[in-house]
């Protein structure tokens, strides 16, 4: 059976929320009203599988009281309950550590489905909001046989290497990403030295048996 910590202060959605929760008998709540309280459960139990914390709590926001149990665990998964737009506070979330959220207005199948989803240490991700997420770095890992090194390139690195797989000039690039031919080179030659090569043929080689590039059918060649 998975246990569970709610926190949230007003009783009627507390007790509903864990009503709804509790309908599948694999699942067991503990309830607390605020993070003082919550915090004390924590000391005293060896360990919850999740956390289900209010965003807006009377003395510890949820925000602040998931970055204290990380802060404890960093294994801890913390779900954020909000009546609120997620999207507003969605940056915060997760740089606290938060592993999703869920909206107060959810219904019994929403609210199991995004708490087994944690458990499985995945996310329920609105699509409204998936829409907006993008990755302004990609990372991947180099072997000189002996040692691995995490190597990462920059949204701008991987725009420019993008187009030289094109086969693209560094004239063609710099009018494409509207930039200067100097900074075309400098960011070529920052990821020379990056994927340790001498030319651009063996950078994008090299990048996408990395796979910090996309597959050649996924790339416009427009």
């Known amino acids: 059976m998975f246990q569970i910590l709610l926190v949230d ?7 509903g929320t864990k009503a709804m929760i509790e309908t599948d008998k694999n ?10 309280e919550a915090l004390k459960l924590i000391e005293e139990k060896t360990r919850f599988d999740l956390y289900l914390f209010d965003l807006f709590l009377p003395d510890i926001n949820g925000i602040e009281l998931t970055k204290l149990v990380i802060g404890k665990d960093s294994d801890a998964c913390v779900l954020i ?25 959810a219904s019994t ?3 199991l489905t995004s708490v087994y989803c944690a458990l499985r240490k995945e996310a329920v991700v609105p699509v409204s909001l998936l829409r907006q997420l993008r990755r302004n770095e990609i990372k991947g890992e180099i072997s000189n046989g002996e040692t691995v090194a995490s190597i990462s390139l920059n949204e701008k690195e991987q725009l420019v290497l993008f187009e030289a797989s094109l086969g693209k000039s560094n004239k063609e690039i710099a009018q494409k990403l509207l930039m200067s031919q100097r900074m075309v080179e400098y960011h070529l030659t920052k990821i020379f030295n990056i994927l340790n090569v001498s030319s651009r043929g063996e950078a994008v080689a090299k990048a996408r048996e990395l796979r910090l590039l996309p597959s050649e059918m996924f790339v416009n060649r427009k």
Do not use: Y
């Open 9 to 15: 202060d007003h009783p009627s959605v507390r007790e």
């Open 27 to 36: 699942l067991q709540v503990t309830l607390a009203s605020c993070g003082k």
């Open 81 to 105: 309950i909000t009546g609120f737009d997620i999207e507003v506070h969605f940056n915060l979330m997760m740089e606290s550590g938060a592993s999703g959220f869920i909206s107060k207005t």
């Open 109 to 111: 199948d929403q609210l």
